[in-house]
């Protein structure tokens, strides 16, 4: 890669909510790093861009686009990079088929995307797609492990202004379920890969026949990389979904089924229409090959379903059978628009929607908009039981009391694709009776599973210097704030096993050990909550998927949203890569926008993370006027606390532009005040002393057309120009950001 011609700081662009903050916010950005000559550029990792990268050959000239991701995903790996990363969508298949449409809709000749491929060239095209598909941004840029925490004037402004929190009842119903066994916690075996193992590795099939196929091989398993392999039987799966079904209805409660079919997009979206066939049930036995003959797919959900079964001859009788089941409440996406959660199996994703029943009480929400207790459905054990605990806590406990509370930082392991998070190319369904196995380069079976046809195997690998980084992070954090630290690691789990020899290892090794417990999830959930209820700190030192999970779960119990984290990811090449807020990409804030001109997209992740990257630029390139504007980055987010600047939900108060105007001011005002680098302080003066006269204008300026709609062009892919003047519409703020 050329280094020459990197900007000092790439700012990516991504989707939905905070690419329309970006519109707003990006520009003031590079007004105030121009004077100090550094560079902001972007790169395109959006959903629509990528669709776009990945198929030159059928678009125009003007229309093809670089591949971004590939760019950013090498430029991780060296010590220049420094990204500041915003939430991009992980694709489930109808969001990527709706992007296909939209893009066509505006001259893009892109190929379908082929649900069921059957000729070659249908499966090549497929494969490109699926590339995209789920989340196929993060793990290619997180080079790095993860460290998130609330700054600590966030979680002084959250325990000073206390966001609403539901009630919670000893006679609550709500509950996790999950699989008795056979699942993928149940099957796991795991080793660590020795010198005499490493090499080029191969996952096969042999079926009852003694056929062998090879579904993946030149598969590098290098030394001290920890190897797992499980699987789900799918017919455990269909049993336990049909009586938690059953189970729903005899507790009067509400179905409700939280998965993560974007990162896990192999296994999670075919649990998901393991689901949709349960709920179905009868209906899905007698019309079931029917409705696949229509192009309807249980896997896309059950909206897929029902738009099949619409197309089909018999649509009103198979309606009326689905009406006819006798079925509990579902919990919803949008009961207003009548969306369930099993319509898309990428709204309702677990790191998000199990903390928003937990802070609500543990209530969601039924068809009739009403709330009520609810069964959520966690298939698989793993992780499961840190939501069950949660749920016992505050059972027991009541609600945290957030104006109390301690603060949970993570530190996650999460670089060079680990854990489950990386698995999607070693996850496969069992195409018939038989064996898994992987085979070693040695050809040594290293581990073999006998699977049914359906059943869900995959193998996740983490390696061995990530392993060290993370255990060596988790000491720096603990050092740094001298907090409870623990390992949330299960003995009796084979993976987590194999990772505890590491972590004993190190910490005997560094002579840390008495500083540190290791708990498995449930039992460090319980302690932790008992911590931050006595008003203490803890640490989470978890692998990927918890590290996910909890990111958002104690933040949005302890500061109302994840947005609000600062999110680094220290990557191991030296670079730096700074990830704003821990949560998605809020789709229902676009439709809000489009629908009233509000967005309550909150930056706070975006403002955070900026100060960071400056100041990284400062620290790591020795650019002392990087130094300058972010510790006034710095001060510009005290003052966004402060005085309560963030964004409003409603529409007619102030919202995310209203947010960048006093970010900017408040930036422009300490660049103005401080004497570390007289030149800034000469070219800022006059621009802080114009954005306060100017105040009364924009204010009003920003808030001319709220409460109309909104048209940006687009939704995957807006129009630059018309999103401009949406989010940019202080003619006065213009003139003076320029
Ligand atoms: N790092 C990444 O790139 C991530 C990407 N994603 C992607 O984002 C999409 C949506 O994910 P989902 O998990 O549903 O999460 P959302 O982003 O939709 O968040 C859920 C809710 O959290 C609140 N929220 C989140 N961020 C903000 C913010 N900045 N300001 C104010 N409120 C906020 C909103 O609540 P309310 O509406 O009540 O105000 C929002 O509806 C998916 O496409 C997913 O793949 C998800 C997680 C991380
Ligand atoms: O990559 C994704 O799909 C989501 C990432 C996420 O939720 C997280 O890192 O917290
Ligand atoms: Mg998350």
Redesign the pocket.
Known sequence: MAQSDTPDIIYTKVDEAPELASASFLPIIRRFTAPAGIEVGTRDISLAGRIIATFPENLTEDQRQSDDLAWLGELVKTPEANVIKL????ASTPQLVAAIKELQGKGYALPDYPEEPKADAEKAIRARYDTIKGSAV?PVLREGNSDRRAAKAVKNFAQANPHSMGTWDASSKTKVSSMPGNDFYANEVSATITAAQAGTARIEFEGADGAVTVLKEAWPLEEGTIADATFMSASALSSFLAEAIEDTKSDGTMFSLHMKA?MMKVSDPIIFGHAVKAWLGPVWETHGAAIKAAGGSPNSGLADVLAAIDTMDNAAEIRAEIDALERPSMYMVDSDKGITNLHVP?DV?I??SMPAVIRAGGKGWDETGAKGDTNCVIPDRCYATVYDETINFFKANGALDVTTAGAVANVGLMAQKAEEYGSHPTTFEAPGTGTMRIVLANGETLHAHSVEAGDIWRSCTVKKAPIENWIELAMDRQRLTGSEAIFWLDANRAHDAQLIDYVKAALQAAGVADKFAIMAPREATAQTLKTITAGKDSIAITGNVLRDYLTDLFPILELG?S?KMLSIVKLMQGGGLF?T?A???????VQQLHGENHL???SM?EFCALGESLNFLADARGNAKAGVLGAAAEAATQGILDDNRSPS?KAGQPDNRHSHYWFARYWAEALAAQSDDADLAAEFAPLAKALAEGEAAILAELSEGSGAAADTGGYFHNDDAKTAQVMRPSATLNAIIG
Do not use: F, V
């Open positions: 939430p991009n969508i992980s993060n974007t990428s994703i790191d998000a949203t947005a990830e807020g949560g998605g990409s809020a789709p229902k804030h309550r997209w909150d992740g939900r």
